[in-house]
């Protein structure tokens, strides 16, 4: 008989149907109408009923099959029982079925770390900026990002009646990422997708230095990378403190998964350990291809300006 799917396989697994069940509780609230808003540190930093209900729906969910796991999430939630139908208990048999790679086949659970942004791009979300809103459950073993899954749940969203709605993505360290079609940004063309809520002159000041053809300005990180790998832009540059841990661990598994790189702006990697603080407080520089191009233009006012 086939040996049981190493334990890595059956986290994506079950992370990939717990990120469906989240864009599920995303729209739910959209379409209900109460957003249930509370301002965090300020006007840019916002929580919703989504956030919330997401959150307990994936740290639940993933405590009560992986009791063992640290599951790091980004909203302060009351410890409290989480209602029966916010559990997902479901896994994505396509992924069961795929060989764990050997370097990962003897993880424990309590070797794993679960970094969750459950609402990914939330000043977006209550804008109504759907398609730039992602659900982030990131996987890291020995302090590096290694799986990670993103779920849009408001993908295809302008396409109409009949379309589906949502898309997940997957990936897996010398496995490759799945859910999408992985495309290069057009060559020769610099183009710099950035923050749009979160815009400083140091943010900027970095910018204009790259000397970009063209500029995208979106919500959320997950949909930072998403740009980069569907090739519709070439860096994701934010010389900036806001983005934290939860942000960038699946987008880093999926990014890393399809031979891209992410650092900060001074090109440290970013460590996941379950100790590590929560801000990535030097910011971030992301390619699919060219990274060095990017690095080496990063000017060092910009890299002296931001501490990790």
């Not at 729209?27 to 919703?48: C, F, H, Y």
């Not at 099959?65 to 896994?91: A, C, M, Q, R, W």
């Not at 890393?256 to 520089?285: C, P």
């Not at 990063?298 to 501490?307: F, G, M, R, Y």
Request: a negative charge.
């Amino acid at each position: 008989s086939m040996a049981s799917p190493a334990l890595l396989m059956r986290v994506v697994a079950s992370a990939y149907s717990v990120a469906e069940k989240a864009a599920t509780i995303v729209r739910n609230v959209m379409s209900a109408g109460d957003l249930g808003i509370v301002e965090k540190a300020g006007p840019n930093d916002l929580q919703t009923k989504a956030d919330r209900l997401v959150q307990m729906s994936i740290c639940a969910s993933l405590a009560r099959k992986f009791p063992k796991l640290t599951i790091i999430g980004e909203e302060e939630l009351p410890n409290g029982d989480v209602s029966e139908d916010l559990i997902e208990d479901g896994h994505c048999e396509e992924i069961l079925k795929k060989p764990c790679p050997t370097q990962y086949t003897g993880i424990k659970e309590e070797e794993l770390v679960i970094w969750v942004d459950p609402l990914d791009g939330t000043k977006e979300y209550t804008e109504g900026l759907l398609d730039h809103v992602t659900v982030l459950i990131g996987i890291a073993y020995g302090g590096k990002a290694i799986a990670g899954v993103i779920n849009q749940p408001y993908y295809n969203y302008e396409a109409g009646a009949n379309a589906v709605l949502g898309r997940t993505i997957w990936g897996v360290l010398g496995m490759g990422a799945f859910g999408f079609q992985l495309t290069e940004a057009p060559a020769g063309k610099h183009i710099v997708v950035t923050t749009r809520s979160h815009s400083s002159a140091l943010v900027n000041e970095c910018i204009t230095a790259l000397n970009p053809d063209h500029v995208i300005r979106v919500g959320g990180a997950g949909n930072k990378i998403i740009q980069l790998i569907e090739g519709k832009a070439s860096a994701y540059v934010f010389a900036s403190p806001g983005c934290k841990k939860w942000d960038t661990c699946a987008p880093e598994a999926i990014l890393h998964a399809v031979g891209g790189k992410i650092t900060d702006i001074r090109g440290n990697s970013f460590q996941y350990n379950k100790e590590v603080k929560h801000m990535n407080s030097a910011g971030v520089l992301a390619t699919l291809r060219n990274y060095d191009y990017y690095a080496s233009r990063i000017p060092n006012t910009v890299k002296e300006s931001l501490v990790p």
